[in-house]
């Protein structure tokens, strides 16, 4: 089921602002593998954001490339837990304390790197990004 809606009672303290996609971009990738990747970069999003802060989606074609990024305001990832958090069961010092296996972000990659992308993260001043980078196949 991709009903977002579905969901409403876990996303109620956050405010999804923002929503900006470029209709133009097709890509050929195994739509549900993609969902589910995309759904856990929401979700973590939601998951560490600041209560009441924007989350932003954005989907853009922008230099060459397709770039789907998830941003939240909150507390960052650590600079020496950035190395590693797309390992399998790796639980950064702040995620400890919450629920989960450490196994959501590696999923992520795998996702994206089966796809012949990229995945990047940049946490600092309040804001994560996850960004998914899909080169253009003319």
Avoid: C
Avoid at 19 to 34: F, P, S, W, Y
Avoid at 124 to 131: A, G, I, P, Y
């Amino acid at each position: 089921d991709r009903n977002f809606g579905n969901r409403r009672a876990r996303l109620e303290p956050h405010v999804l602002q923002r929503l900006r996609v470029d209709v133009a971009l097709l890509v050929r990738m195994d739509g549900d593998l993609v969902f589910r990747a995309l759904e856990n970069l929401v979700q973590n999003s939601f998951r560490y954001a600041e209560e009441r802060s924007l989350i932003r989606f954005t989907a853009e074609n922008a230099g060459g490339a397709i770039k789907i990024s998830v941003t939240n305001l909150g507390e960052t990832i650590a600079e020496k837990d950035l190395p590693f958090i797309f390992e399998p069961f790796y639980r950064g010092s702040k995620a400890r304390a919450g629920s989960g296996f450490g196994l959501g972000l590696s999923v992520v990659k795998s996702v994206v790197e089966s796809h012949g992308w990229a995945l990047e993260v940049s946490s600092l001043n309040r804001e994560t990004r996850f960004t998914v980078v899909i080169k253009h196949v003319d």
